[in-house]
Each structure stands twice: as structure tokens, then as C-alpha cells.
Nanobody, 119 residues
Framework: QVHLEESGGGLVQAGGSLRLSCKAS????????MGWFRQAPGKEREFVAA????????RYADAVKGRFTISRDNTKNTIYLQMNNLRPEDTAVYYC????????????WGQGTQVTVSS
């Protein structure tokens, strides 16, 4: 129910860092959660990280734990994904999504931002 716009992707060397941003068009803090997903070439979209708006929680895929950090700025209706120690296998299009409620799936994807990590 909100429009999302991702930004911040780019080309980096292995071990480098990027920070992705996802701007929502309305009060995202009224949603249950927002999150980041990614889709690599030939792969299905997979979960990366999520952060709650009405509750203080965050969660991460095992593949990114300890390297990625999700955060939010309520006043800007924006979430971020700080990606450190990037690996070639992190190469993917990264999408931002919303989760309207605890029983709902993530959706409302933006157009995505490309992250490419060279070896």
C-alpha cells in the first residue's frame, strides 16, 4: 500500500561496503515491518533482513549475519541496509518490501537496486 524506492547499489570489490536506502511514500512506521530481499541471476528472491516498526526487533538471514545491519529512520519513512565485508555471492538485485501485518507476507516491492561484488 506504499510506494518504495531503493537506492545505493553499485559495484564494489570483495570486502567493501555499501549502504542501501529504501524510501517509503507514506508513514511506514504504521506497518508491521519492512525488509530487504535480494534476487541473484537465476535464483529466486530470498530474504535478507527485516525490521519492525511497531515492535523493537530485527532479523537476518544466516548468510548475512554479522555483516549486514538493518536500520530505520521513522521521520524519513526510510530503512537502510548497511552491508559490510561484501562477498561475490552477495551480488544481486536488492529489493525493499513491506509487511502490513504479522500474518501477511512481504510485498509492495520497489524496483530494486543492483549490487555487484567483484572478486
Amino acid at each position: 500500500q506504499v510506494h518504495l524506492e531503493e537506492s545505493g547499489g553499485g559495484l564494489v570489490q570483495a570486502g567493501g561496503s555499501l549502504r542501501l536506502s529504501c524510501k517509503a511514500s507514506r508513514r511506514a512506521y504504521s506497518l508491521y515491518a519492512m525488509g530487504w530481499f535480494r534476487q541473484a541471476p537465476g535464483k529466486e528472491r530470498e530474504f535478507v533482513a527485516a525490521i519492525g516498526w511497531s515492535a523493537n526487533y530485527s532479523r537476518y538471514a544466516d548468510a548475512v549475519k554479522g555483516r549486514f545491519t538493518i536500520s530505520r529512520d521513522n521521520t524519513k519513512n526510510t530503512i537502510y541496509l548497511q552491508m559490510n565485508n561484501l562477498r561475490p555471492e552477495d551480488t544481486a538485485v536488492y529489493y525493499c518490501g513491506t509487511r502490513p501485518g504479522a500474518s501477511a507476507d512481504f510485498g509492495g516491492w520497489g524496483q530494486g537496486t543492483q549490487v555487484t561484488v567483484s572478486s
